[in-house]
């Protein structure tokens, strides 16, 4: 049984009975991000995330909140995307008030020692290191900057060495006032639980102030570009690539139509891609192609590692790919089996408390509205065929198409000359 409860502070929380579980996710999400952040800020979200655990009033540092979750055999981590940060912990339906106390804890009484913000700067340089070192992430991020340019939709969470190494203890502490509100935050609790004793103990733990939210949510600004190709020359022994296309927004009339097409495009073993381009072709080793949802505009795109000798073979086979969507008819069964993968993958996540915790609280922090696994598989019976052939006439567009490449490649007029559609 589903619930929505908003608090007289604002605080909205959302109660979901899991049958089957003895477990229970208690998950805070809070609008936050890059899109919440200046330039000079950039990063500053993430950095906050990992303050959030250094210690608070009650669980002084990292040790005590570890501990204190380690002692019940739980699970917690946190995470910070564009649009949203999420905090999370999972425990047997019995210590609900445990990770309540947790959570509340760290985020309405964290204390951002500076000692403790200095030796986290270390940390977080290195996790800067890790991303740079790893051409498989930060390929994506490249092709994002490619598509929405030098605005908040363009930059990574991790943000720049210069954040990380000047943010002070007062910014965190204003950045904190400024979005850390009620009227900003979800608290999704979803498991073995019973609806009206978890608002109580939200009620209980999570005493925000009156503060309302006072930063700006930065809309994306379309942004065009001559530059289709962006090229990061790197010694590597694989080629990795993104190539895609702007999409649509979260809330777009055709998402699930381009989820559909995602899928059978590139979605899984049994797709376009991997069998054309992966087995046919033996371009690459991973290949996969997905969506990214935001607020306000999308992705679709295809990324893979391959062999770099054979680089702008593998991205003319993936534009075919894409060419043969808009030009060549779509079979029915295809679609089919893409709606049957997308309803079964949904079922199958939706087993796991955290990730439903997780579909409950986004919607309603982004778009006001709760939207229920049942809702979602209506939308995806009702995708045909013309919808998927439509969806891939509208996106699929030489002028839209682009490319984000990192490896030992010097040369951007091939990698130019391979995106003829």
Known sequence: MFQKTSLQNGLRVLTQRMDGTNSVTVLILAGAGSRYETKEQNGISHFLEHMFFKGAKKYVNTKAVSEAIDAVGGDFNAFTGKE????????????????????????????????????????????FNMYQDTPMYQVGWDFERLLFGDQPLGWDQVGSKELIRSVTQNDFVKYKKALYTADNTIVSIVGKIDNRASVSLVEQYFDFNNDKKSSIWKP????????????????????????????YPETHKDHYA????????????????????????????????????????????????????????????????????????????????????????????????????????????????????????????????????????????????????????????????????
């Open 220 to 247: 994306y600004q379309p942004y065009v570009s001559e530059n289709r190709v962006h090229l990061t020359h790197k010694k590597t022994e694989q080629g990795h690539i993104v190539v895609g296309f702007y999409g």
């Open 258 to 421: 381009l989820k559909v097409l995602s899928v059978l495009l590139g979605g899984n073993m049994s797709s376009r891609m991997f069998l054309n381009v992966r087995e046919a072709k033996g371009l690459a080793y991973y290949i996969q192609t997905s969506t990214d949802d935001y607020a306000d505009v999308g992705v679709i795109s295809t990324r893979a590692g391959v062999d770099v000798n054979r680089c702008e073979e593998a991205v003319r086979a993936i534009v075919e790919e894409y060419r043969h969507a808009v030009t060549s008819d779509i079979p029915a069964n295809e679609v089919k089996k893409a709606k049957d993968y997308l309803k079964g993958k949904l079922v199958l996540r939706l087993e796991d408390s955290e990730e439903y915790a997780h579909l409950l609280g986004k919607y309603e922090l982004l778009h006001d509205m709760v939207k229920m696994p049942k809702e979602i598989i209506r939308g995806i019976e009702k995708v045909e065929v013309f919808d998927v052939i439509r969806v891939a006439k509208d996106l699929f567009k030489q002028e839209n198409l682009r490319l984000a490449t990192i490896g030992p490649f010097e040369d951007r007029a091939k990698f130019e000359s391979s995106l003829d559609f």
């Open 84 to 127: 949203y940060a999420g905090y999370y912990v999972k425990v047997a339906s019995e210590h609900i008030e445990l990770a309540m106390d947790v959570l509340s804890d760290m985020l309405l009484h964290a204390r951002f020692d500076a000692h403790e913000i200095d030796k986290e700067r270390g940390v977080i340089l290195e996790e």
